[in-house]
Nanobody
């Protein structure tokens, strides 16, 4: 069993900052990638930021220069620092992880429960 647990989020005024944390635990052999998606009401889920085991980073164009994802390999964790927040960043943010639970076979996808981020204008 693997669990992905998020923390952080909340309500902030436009221009403010928030941090989201996410940690994976359980039967983990190797993590391929971790990151964050978000989903606003009436919109499709979109990738916000990710980092893979090779150290590659990926950001949505809408958050480049404002959001930073960092990883802690020892803790199987990632953190999303969000600065200069805008009302359009309001969404439920979901952490995900692509994890091998055994040395062989394929990796599986695991998701957190989601955390609300609300940016007021």
């Amino acid at each position: 069993q693997v669990q992905v647990v998020e923390s952080g989020g909340g309500l902030v005024q436009a221009g403010g900052s928030l941090g989201l944390s996410c940690a994976a635990s359980g039967n983990i052999f190797r993590i391929v990638a971790m990151g964050w998606y978000r989903q606003a009401p009436g919109k499709q889920r979109e990738l916000v930021a990710s980092v893979n085991s090779g150290g590659g980073y990926n950001y949505a164009d809408s958050v480049k220069g404002r959001f930073t994802i960092s990883r802690d390999n020892a803790k199987n964790a990632v953190r999303l620092q969000m600065n200069s927040l805008k009302p359009e960043d309001t969404a439920v943010y979901y952490c995900y992880a692509y994890i091998y639970t055994t040395p062989q076979g394929n990796w599986n996808e695991y998701w957190g429960q989601g955390t609300q981020v609300t940016v007021s204008s």
